[in-house]
């Protein structure tokens, strides 16, 4: 059979893959350490399972409305406002099947073919394959570690041009766990109003904050840059529901509404009983939340001190999301047991074969001296793990 010309150019989600890949050895009796994953370690907190398990029994089985239940709408509407001291209407909020959908609806529903969509390097492996997929063209910015992984002014100005349309922030971000400040936003946003470049916002890492840092959304820091904003966020990650997906955008009413009558075509509405969940999720106690990021702070404050240990290796303090980002740039050209190391995938690949540790090889973010780390697993497989990365790191010749 044929495959469209879209569907060749794609490649599959290599941080999907490489932790199936560590589940799979895991479940086939190997003992291996997971640095893999993207999700939190922690189970969905028991009332929001609570409010699943009584929607099934209300009934609440049916289709819902595409974009949403009215209920969820408002505990949406409600929470930006709160969190983020956004005003929506209920209309402007599409609820999708996590916040992946969320970023897909947006960027089929607002780049044409030819458009350039602006993407601050290292990023999230899905943006780049969700703008080919639009027929937009990428314009990578490499972003520096001396600059915190942090767009500047001068960069964006460097990159920005008529045929601009979109650019991609991720704040906290994916992999470097970078937080832009307010006054950080306020600056690319002068250049962003200015130019009229629609700004997608994804901000679904923002609970997983450390350091006392505030999130900030770019969307609330004037009436303009709101109009020019598609705010995307979701619940897999401050809550632990991954599995469950449900994401959500919050955006200009046209945009809204294009977004949803894309949606109607494609999934309908997210699952009904996991919108009941979300419900419960956002409007209930946040304390499960409070602890999960109390671990992640110390999770990542261990790592980082085991890591920079290591010769040859630096990493970059992040202050969200639960992820650690360190370069082998001191280790590229050496050899581990006769096997050069010409870049993180060769690491990566000898990581998981001679000491069983899975890793995510910084090329999949579009940085291949870097690896990512997720610390969303415990600390007694962290130690283990950073046990064996030292090991091997340590013999590299
Ligand atoms: N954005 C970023 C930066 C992510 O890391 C993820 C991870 N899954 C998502 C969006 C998508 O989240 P969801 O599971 O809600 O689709
Ligand atoms: N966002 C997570 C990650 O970066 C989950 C995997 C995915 O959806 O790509 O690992």
């Known amino acids: 059979m044929k495959l469209a010309a879209r569907a060749k150019e794609i490649s599959p989600s290599p941080t999907l893959s490489i932790d199936a890949r560590a589940k799979k050895m895991i479940a086939a009796g190997e003992k291996v350490i997971n640095f893999g994953a993207g999700e939190p370690d922690f189970d969905t907190p028991e009332h929001i399972k609570q409010a699943a398990v009584?929607?099934?029994h209300k009934g609440m089985t049916k289709?819902?409305?595409v974009g949403g239940t009215p209920a969820l709408k408002e505990a949406i509407v409600r929470k930006l406002k709160a969190d983020n001291n956004l005003d929506y209407a209920p209309e402007q909020i599409v609820v999708s099947c996590g916040a992946k959908h969320s970023l897909y609806n947006a960027i089929q529903a607002l780049c044409d073919p030819g458009d350039e969509i602006i993407l601050p390097a290292p990023y999230w492996v899905s943006y780049l394959e969700q703008i080919k997929l639009a027929g937009g063209r990428p314009v990578i910015v490499q972003t520096r570690a001396e600059n915190g992984f942090k767009l500047t002014v001068e960069e964006l100005e460097a990159v920005v041009s008529p045929r601009t349309r979109m650019i991609i922030l991720n704040s906290p971000g994916n992999p470097t766990g970078a937080v832009y400040t307010r006054e950080e936003l306020a600056a690319?946003?002068?250049?962003?109003l200015q130019k009229k470049v629609t700004i997608i916002s994804d901000e679904i890492y923002e609970k997983l904050i450390y350091d006392g840092l505030e999130h900030v959304s770019i969307a609330s820091l004037n009436p303009g840059l709101k109009e020019l904003t598609v705010v995307i966020n979701g619940v897999s990650k401050a809550y632990s529901m991954t599995g469950w997906r449900i994401g959500y955008a919050a955006?200009?009413?046209p945009a809204a509404k294009a977004m949803t009558d894309l949606q109607s075509h494609s999934t309908s509405n997210p699952t009904s009983i996991a919108q009941?969940?979300?419900v419960a999720a956002l409007t209930g106690t946040q304390e499960p939340l409070r602890q999960m990021v109390a671990e992640f702070n110390r999770r990542r404050d261990y790592m980082l001190e085991r890591l920079s240990a290591i010769p040859g290796v630096s990493c970059f303090k992040p202050s969200g999301a639960f992820y650690l980002f360190p370069s082998i740039a001191g280790i590229i050209g050496r050899a581990y047991k006769g096997k050069t190391i010409g870049s993180a995938s060769d690491l990566a690949a000898i990581l998981l074969t001679e000491a069983k540790v899975a890793v995510v090889p910084g090329v999949a973010f579009g940085d291949d001296r870097c690896f990512r780390l997720s610390?969303?697993?415990?600390?007694?497989?962290i130690k283990e793990g950073l046990d064996r990365i030292g090991?091997?790191?340590t013999s590299v010749k």
């Open 251 to 253: 955006a200009p009413a």
């Open 276 to 278: 009941a969940a979300s």
């Open 188 to 192: 690319l946003g002068e250049v962003l």
């Open 375 to 381: 610390y969303a697993t415990s600390l007694e497989n």
């Open 391 to 393: 090991e091997v790191l």
């Open 54 to 56: 009584e929607a099934l």
């Open 63 to 65: 289709y819902t409305p």
